[in-house]
């Protein structure tokens, strides 16, 4: 990509492009971050990959979204309304299989080569080829290694065209076309890195091919991600040049460079370091509707962890409402299903409160009267230890003894994908604006093995569901608005009831910023924190 002039000095261009976490600005004692550049401070010790063939970690995501455009969006400027990304418009057969794209006239890469159906084609091709962890959103579509080059074409230079074997609603199906693996990547550059049939993915874990307001510069694991404005952008040249998000995982520390302007935008700070900025100048915080939840996988591998009756108990072994009203104040709700509130068909179904007689009497209806020992894997940061710590409090009332596991982001991830864990503490976010992201990836497992095609949360924690995923798929394929809606009420509650999961929190999210940095407006997921409308004065 061409190089863009930052107008700041030759020092601090190299220092912010390469520097270490506590020296990213040149010149200490003057502290502000550049006019055209913005600091986030931010925990992202969860990013594995930006390459949107696999990308899955919310971290990655949120960076994946700023430096490529998908095929549709939902945009900073309504984000209830679906909109043409790469498209312009779109068109779905009368039987609901075939899906017709006409792309926008005009666009390209960052690397000034145009957008083609070809590279559409290939962008989605490739997920179900490269098969990484988002893979089944799109083979749930019918779209397999096999026959996906047949299913997924170009009709000409500026018409892609798929279909699909399934019967899915096509409002789902045009949702998940808004979700990370419908992002472009330019098939050239791609293909041009290829290593061993990989389809250019070891590259494209730290580089970027896309078209979005921003193209990565770089990323150092567990420090800092860097990247630079894409001018030719289709919605216009963003307003900083430059964004850097920095890893700093302690809340204390978050606050400190924020008061210090050494950061514009803090993440991640806990109540009580809001609470100690709400008079500070020069910072404003504000409050904004998330949909990230925070639950507690059991692996069923686990013998205890297989009677639904000891699951059962653990669920009334949890102060949801303690934790809410204590250090998670003003930062979470209490939400005990899959979908978080917001989205269509969710409801605030809460039957779980800590009740220690009532889960020693489920404990002993499932052989374990004096409880037993378990392990909780969790991240080693804000707000997990606090969470891991009241849940090992409260356990302990009933002779449940948690030992507690902590590790970085990237760590319990793998652990929990490879089924290695007893109980994993963590959070999740939707892909798409739909209730079947969710429904699918919690209430769905249809081969419990340890080598299925798709590895779904039911899987990882090896609760075999026949009968429950085909609830799920009837859910998706129903036309009627008001059936749908019934049918994914009904899953709520089984899920909640009978899985094994710990359902805890929604996230509300809270963040402070520089009073001269505005336009930073977080939305329900990931998928709409969009840095292209930040400005400074």
Not at 146 to 172: C, G, H, Q, R, W
Not at 367 to 373: H, L, R, T
Request: hydrophobic content about 40%.
């Amino acid at each position: 990509m061409s190089e863009h002039s930052l107008s700041l000095s030759r020092r601090k261009a190299l220092l912010l492009a390469g520097a270490a976490p506590m020296a990213l600005w040149a010149g200490a004692g003057s502290a502000a971050t550049p006019s055209n550049a913005v600091v986030f401070a931010k925990q992202i010790d969860d990013m594995i990959t930006v390459d949107p063939g696999e990308c899955y970690e919310l971290s990655g995501i949120e960076i994946a979204t700023n430096i490529y455009d998908r095929l549709l969006r939902y945009e900073a400027e309504d984000l209830n309304k679906m909109v043409g990304g790469v498209a312009e418009s779109w068109t779905v057969s009368a039987d609901g299989k075939v899906y017709t794209f006409k792309l926008r006239q005009g666009l390209k890469f960052a690397s000034g080569a145009p957008i083609t159906a070809e590279d559409c084609v290939f962008s989605l091709q490739r997920v179900v080829l490269l098969d990484k962890t988002p893979a089944f959103l799109v083979t749930q579509l019918g779209w397999t290694k096999d026959n996906v080059k047949t299913l997924i074409k170009a009709v000409d230079p500026a018409t892609l065209e798929f279909t699909i074997t399934v019967d899915y609603a096509p409002s789902m199906v045009l949702n998940l076309m808004t979700s990370i693996i419908a992002s472009i990547v330019e098939k050239k550059v791609a293909l041009a890195h290829e290593a061993n049939g990989d389809l250019g993915n070891t590259w494209l874990k730290s580089n970027s091919a896309g078209s979005g307001a921003y193209s990565l510069v770089s990323w150092k694991p567990n420090e800092s991600v860097t990247l630079d404005a894409y001018p030719a952008f289709r919605m216009g040249a963003p307003n900083m040049k430059r964004v850097v998000v920095r890893h700093i995982p302690e809340p204390s520390s978050q606050r400190l460079l924020l008061e210090k302007a050494d950061a514009d935008i803090a993440r991640d700070l806990s109540p009580d370091q809001l609470k100690a900025m709400a008079e500070a100048k020069g910072i404003e915080i504000g409050a904004f509707k998330g949909a990230n939840q925070f639950y507690i996988g059991m692996n069923a591998k686990y013998a205890p962890l297989a009677n639904p009756k000891v699951r059962q108990a653990l669920k009334y072994l949890v102060d949801y409402d303690g934790m809410v009203n204590s250090f998670l104040k003003g930062q979470m709700i209490v939400q005990q299903t899959f979908l978080p509130i917001g989205f269509f068909a969710a409801i605030p179904y809460n039957p779980y409160k800590l009740d220690v007689a009532k889960a020693k009497a489920l404990l002993a209806e499932g052989g374990y009267p004096n409880g037993f020992e378990v392990t909780l894997s969790t991240k080693n940061s804000y707000p997990n230890t606090d969470m891991a710590q009241s849940v090992q409090q409260t356990m302990a009332q009933a002779g449940i003894k948690v030992s507690i596991l902590p590790g970085d982001g990237k760590q319990v991830i793998g652990d929990y994908r490879a089924r290695k864990h007893q109980m994993c503490l963590i959070s999740w976010g939707p892909d798409y604006f739909d209730p079947h992201t969710n429904a699918d990836t919690f209430a769905r497992n249809t081969d419990n093995s340890d080598s299925p095609a798709t590895k779904t949360l039911p899987w990882r924690n090896s609760w075999d569901i026949p009968e429950i995923s085909k609830m799920t798929a009837a859910a998706a394929r129903e036309l009627d608005t008001k059936k749908r809606e019934k049918l994914y009420e009904d899953l709520q509650k089984k899920v909640t009831d009978e899985g094994p999961f710990i359902l805890m929190f929604q996230q509300n999210n809270q963040i402070a910023w520089r009073t001269n940095t505005t336009g930073f407006a977080p939305g329900i997921t990931e998928d709409l924190n969009f840095y292209r409308t930040i400005k400074k004065t």
